[in-house]
Protein backbone atom coordinates (compact mmCIF):
# COMPACT_ATOMS: atom_id res chain seq x y z
CA UNK A 1 0.00 0.00 0.00
CA UNK A 2 2.68 2.70 1.14
CA UNK A 3 6.33 3.09 -0.41
CA UNK A 4 8.74 5.44 0.83
CA UNK A 5 11.68 6.60 -1.55
CA UNK A 6 14.58 8.31 -0.64
CA UNK A 7 17.94 9.03 -2.05
CA UNK A 8 21.76 9.07 -0.89
CA UNK A 9 24.57 10.98 -1.81
CA UNK A 10 28.00 10.82 0.06
CA UNK A 11 26.05 10.30 3.30
CA UNK A 12 29.31 9.57 5.26
CA UNK A 13 31.19 12.58 3.55
CA UNK A 14 28.66 14.82 3.62
CA UNK A 15 27.69 14.34 7.51
CA UNK A 16 24.42 13.53 7.17
CA UNK A 17 23.73 13.40 11.14
CA UNK A 18 20.88 10.88 11.94
CA UNK A 19 19.94 8.91 8.22
CA UNK A 20 20.36 5.39 10.43
CA UNK A 21 17.49 6.58 12.57
CA UNK A 22 15.82 7.41 8.85
CA UNK A 23 15.83 4.66 6.82
CA UNK A 24 15.78 2.27 10.20
CA UNK A 25 12.26 3.87 11.14
CA UNK A 26 11.10 4.29 7.74
CA UNK A 27 11.50 0.37 6.95
CA UNK A 28 9.80 -0.37 9.91
CA UNK A 29 6.55 1.81 9.19
CA UNK A 30 6.03 1.64 5.15
CA UNK A 31 5.16 -2.04 3.46
CA UNK A 32 8.12 -1.38 0.94
CA UNK A 33 11.58 1.09 1.19
CA UNK A 34 13.48 2.30 -2.34
CA UNK A 35 16.45 3.94 -1.51
CA UNK A 36 18.34 5.35 -5.07
CA UNK A 37 21.73 5.37 -3.99
CA UNK A 38 24.08 7.83 -5.98
CA UNK A 39 27.54 6.89 -7.00
CA UNK A 40 29.33 7.90 -3.76
CA UNK A 41 32.75 7.44 -2.77
CA UNK A 42 32.92 6.81 0.86
CA UNK A 43 30.86 3.78 1.53
CA UNK A 44 27.40 4.95 1.21
CA UNK A 45 25.62 1.97 -0.06
CA UNK A 46 27.30 -0.61 2.04
CA UNK A 47 25.96 1.57 5.29
CA UNK A 48 22.87 1.58 4.36
CA UNK A 49 22.93 -2.60 3.10
CA UNK A 50 24.47 -2.72 6.72
CA UNK A 51 21.85 -0.21 8.75
CA UNK A 52 18.70 -2.21 6.96
CA UNK A 53 20.57 -5.83 6.79
CA UNK A 54 17.29 -6.59 9.77
CA UNK A 55 14.81 -5.79 7.46
CA UNK A 56 13.52 -7.47 3.65
CA UNK A 57 11.13 -4.73 2.99
CA UNK A 58 13.76 -2.49 1.06
CA UNK A 59 15.60 -2.12 -2.09
CA UNK A 60 18.36 -0.26 -3.74
CA UNK A 61 18.61 1.62 -7.07
CA UNK A 62 22.42 2.47 -8.30
CA UNK A 63 22.71 5.65 -10.33
CA UNK A 64 25.36 7.85 -11.64
CA UNK A 65 23.84 10.98 -12.46
CA UNK A 66 26.47 13.70 -12.36
CA UNK A 67 26.37 16.14 -9.84
CA UNK A 68 27.02 19.06 -12.59
CA UNK A 69 23.61 17.71 -13.53
CA UNK A 70 21.15 20.78 -12.84
CA UNK A 71 18.49 18.62 -12.27
CA UNK A 72 20.44 16.14 -10.14
CA UNK A 73 18.25 16.17 -6.81
CA UNK A 74 14.97 16.17 -9.15
CA UNK A 75 16.28 13.13 -11.44
CA UNK A 76 17.31 11.11 -8.04
CA UNK A 77 13.83 11.52 -6.40
CA UNK A 78 12.06 11.01 -10.22
CA UNK A 79 14.08 7.76 -10.31
CA UNK A 80 13.29 6.76 -6.97
CA UNK A 81 9.11 7.22 -7.53
CA UNK A 82 9.04 5.80 -10.89
CA UNK A 83 10.56 2.53 -8.98
CA UNK A 84 7.92 2.32 -6.37
CA UNK A 85 5.10 -0.42 -7.16
CA UNK A 86 2.74 0.22 -4.34
CA UNK A 87 -0.10 2.37 -4.85
CA UNK A 88 0.90 5.27 -2.52
CA UNK A 89 3.90 7.01 -2.50
CA UNK A 90 5.86 9.10 -0.10
CA UNK A 91 9.20 10.57 -1.13
CA UNK A 92 11.16 11.72 2.43
CA UNK A 93 14.57 12.89 2.09
CA UNK A 94 17.66 11.17 4.79
CA UNK A 95 16.31 13.24 7.55
CA UNK A 96 12.77 12.66 7.83
CA UNK A 97 10.35 10.44 9.05
CA UNK A 98 6.66 9.78 8.80
CA UNK A 99 4.78 11.47 12.40
CA UNK A 100 1.65 10.00 13.43
CA UNK A 101 0.70 5.71 14.45
CA UNK A 102 0.46 4.03 10.81
CA UNK A 103 -3.65 3.36 11.62
CA UNK A 104 -3.68 6.86 11.55
CA UNK A 105 -1.61 7.39 7.95
CA UNK A 106 -3.92 4.57 6.66
CA UNK A 107 -7.05 6.57 7.39
CA UNK A 108 -5.95 9.17 5.27
CA UNK A 109 -4.79 7.08 2.86
CA UNK A 110 -8.15 5.59 2.19
CA UNK A 111 -9.35 8.83 1.91
CA UNK A 112 -6.81 9.95 -0.31
CA UNK A 113 -7.55 7.06 -2.81
CA UNK A 114 -10.73 8.26 -3.78
CA UNK A 115 -9.62 12.30 -4.44
CA UNK A 116 -9.39 13.59 -7.84
CA UNK A 117 -5.69 15.10 -6.48
CA UNK A 118 -2.90 13.02 -7.43
CA UNK A 119 -0.68 14.83 -4.06
CA UNK A 120 -1.35 15.13 -0.80
CA UNK A 121 0.80 18.05 0.72
CA UNK A 122 1.38 17.14 4.61
CA UNK A 123 3.09 19.37 7.34
CA UNK A 124 6.75 19.33 7.37
CA UNK A 125 7.62 19.88 11.12
CA UNK A 126 11.16 21.43 11.42
CA UNK A 127 12.75 20.76 14.55
CA UNK A 128 15.42 22.96 15.79
CA UNK A 129 18.33 22.43 17.77
CA UNK A 130 16.97 19.27 19.71
CA UNK A 131 14.09 17.19 19.64
CA UNK A 132 11.67 19.55 21.19
CA UNK A 133 11.51 23.09 19.44
CA UNK A 134 10.79 24.03 15.39
CA UNK A 135 11.10 26.60 13.44
CA UNK A 136 7.79 26.08 11.45
CA UNK A 137 5.06 23.66 10.38
CA UNK A 138 5.03 24.04 6.47
CA UNK A 139 2.88 21.64 3.60
CA UNK A 140 5.30 19.93 1.00
CA UNK A 141 4.34 17.98 -1.52
CA UNK A 142 5.17 14.52 0.22
CA UNK A 143 3.08 11.81 -1.26
CA UNK A 144 1.41 10.85 -4.39
CA UNK A 145 -0.92 8.19 -5.85
CA UNK A 146 -0.68 6.23 -9.37
CA UNK A 147 1.73 6.37 -12.29
CA UNK A 148 1.47 9.42 -14.07
CA UNK A 149 3.29 11.94 -11.70
CA UNK A 150 7.43 12.84 -11.62
CA UNK A 151 9.57 14.78 -9.71
CA UNK A 152 11.20 17.43 -11.50
CA UNK A 153 10.90 21.48 -11.35
CA UNK A 154 7.67 22.74 -12.66
CA UNK A 155 7.35 24.16 -15.90
CA UNK A 156 7.89 28.10 -14.69
CA UNK A 157 10.79 27.07 -13.08
CA UNK A 158 12.82 25.65 -15.82
CA UNK A 159 15.39 28.32 -17.35
CA UNK A 160 16.15 28.07 -21.00
CA UNK A 161 19.99 26.80 -20.21
CA UNK A 162 18.43 23.83 -18.41
CA UNK A 163 19.13 25.81 -15.06
CA UNK A 164 16.36 25.67 -12.87
CA UNK A 165 14.63 29.17 -11.02
CA UNK A 166 15.55 28.21 -7.31
CA UNK A 167 13.37 31.31 -6.14
CA UNK A 168 10.18 29.37 -6.99
CA UNK A 169 11.77 25.66 -7.08
CA UNK A 170 14.09 23.41 -5.09
CA UNK A 171 13.45 21.30 -8.30
CA UNK A 172 12.17 17.93 -6.98
CA UNK A 173 7.90 19.45 -7.36
CA UNK A 174 5.67 16.75 -7.78
CA UNK A 175 4.41 17.70 -11.94
CA UNK A 176 2.45 15.98 -14.43
CA UNK A 177 4.26 15.10 -17.49
CA UNK A 178 3.98 18.55 -18.95
CA UNK A 179 5.82 19.86 -16.13
CA UNK A 180 2.59 21.72 -14.22
CA UNK A 181 2.06 20.86 -10.45
CA UNK A 182 0.45 17.77 -9.66
CA UNK A 183 -3.49 18.78 -8.66
CA UNK A 184 -2.57 18.66 -4.92
CA UNK A 185 -4.78 18.76 -1.73
CA UNK A 186 -3.65 19.79 1.77
CA UNK A 187 -3.64 18.09 5.07
CA UNK A 188 -3.88 20.51 8.17
CA UNK A 189 -0.50 21.43 9.24
CA UNK A 190 -2.11 22.81 12.74
CA UNK A 191 0.75 21.82 15.43
CA UNK A 192 -1.76 21.18 18.33
CA UNK A 193 -4.12 18.64 15.66
CA UNK A 194 -0.96 16.83 15.40
CA UNK A 195 0.80 16.86 19.04
CA UNK A 196 -2.85 15.63 19.70
CA UNK A 197 -2.70 12.58 17.48
CA UNK A 198 -5.43 14.22 14.67
CA UNK A 199 -3.32 14.57 12.16
CA UNK A 200 -0.43 13.13 10.35
CA UNK A 201 2.85 15.05 9.91
CA UNK A 202 6.57 14.73 8.45
CA UNK A 203 9.88 15.52 11.15
CA UNK A 204 12.42 16.86 9.31
CA UNK A 205 15.26 16.71 11.76
CA UNK A 206 17.64 18.13 9.62
CA UNK A 207 18.01 21.56 11.68
CA UNK A 208 19.01 19.18 15.11
CA UNK A 209 22.15 18.67 14.68
CA UNK A 210 23.67 22.39 13.57
CA UNK A 211 26.82 21.27 12.89
CA UNK A 212 25.77 18.67 10.51
CA UNK A 213 23.73 20.83 8.90
CA UNK A 214 26.81 22.97 8.54
CA UNK A 215 28.93 20.50 7.39
CA UNK A 216 26.75 19.28 4.43
CA UNK A 217 26.39 23.10 3.17
CA UNK A 218 30.32 23.21 3.16
CA UNK A 219 30.63 19.69 1.53
CA UNK A 220 27.95 20.17 -0.90
CA UNK A 221 24.62 21.76 -0.94
CA UNK A 222 26.61 25.31 -0.73
CA UNK A 223 27.85 24.87 -4.12
CA UNK A 224 25.34 23.27 -5.56
CA UNK A 225 22.70 25.51 -5.09
CA UNK A 226 24.35 27.33 -7.24
CA UNK A 227 24.97 24.76 -9.75
CA UNK A 228 21.24 24.20 -9.97
CA UNK A 229 20.44 27.94 -10.63
CA UNK A 230 23.92 28.44 -12.98
CA UNK A 231 24.67 31.21 -10.45
CA UNK A 232 22.03 32.75 -8.51
CA UNK A 233 21.33 31.82 -5.08
CA UNK A 234 17.95 29.85 -3.59
CA UNK A 235 15.15 31.53 -1.94
CA UNK A 236 16.26 29.87 1.02
CA UNK A 237 19.58 31.00 3.71
CA UNK A 238 22.64 28.69 3.26
CA UNK A 239 23.72 28.06 6.92
CA UNK A 240 27.40 27.59 6.75
CA UNK A 241 28.23 29.21 10.67
CA UNK A 242 26.26 28.75 13.83
CA UNK A 243 25.59 32.73 14.00
CA UNK A 244 23.39 32.23 10.32
CA UNK A 245 20.83 30.01 12.85
CA UNK A 246 18.89 33.44 13.73
CA UNK A 247 15.11 32.04 13.30
CA UNK A 248 12.77 31.97 15.83
CA UNK A 249 11.37 29.06 17.03
CA UNK A 250 9.30 27.18 19.18
CA UNK A 251 8.20 24.55 21.46
CA UNK A 252 6.43 21.75 21.00
CA UNK A 253 5.73 18.14 21.98
CA UNK A 254 5.71 15.22 19.89
CA UNK A 255 5.92 11.15 20.81
CA UNK A 256 9.19 10.32 19.26
CA UNK A 257 10.77 7.27 20.81
CA UNK A 258 14.67 6.30 20.29
CA UNK A 259 15.63 9.51 18.62
CA UNK A 260 19.18 9.92 18.14
CA UNK A 261 21.10 11.72 20.30
CA UNK A 262 23.26 14.85 20.17
Known amino acids: MLEIYQTAHNLIKNNIWGWQYSVRTNAAFADKLTIVVNESQDGTREAIEKELSGFNNWQI ?38 YGSRNLWDNILFQFKFSQAKCLAIGSINMFKDWSHHYGIYPKQYLSKGTDCFRGPQIRARRS ?39 PAIVHFGYVNLQSRIDRNKEFWAEHWFVESNGTPPAHKIHMTMEDFDQPYLPITLDLPDVPKL
Open 161 to 199: DGSINTQISDGCDLILADGTFAPTEHLPNDQSLIEEGFV
Open 61 to 98: IDTKIPTSDCWFDGKLKNIGLQACLEEFKLQLDMDETP
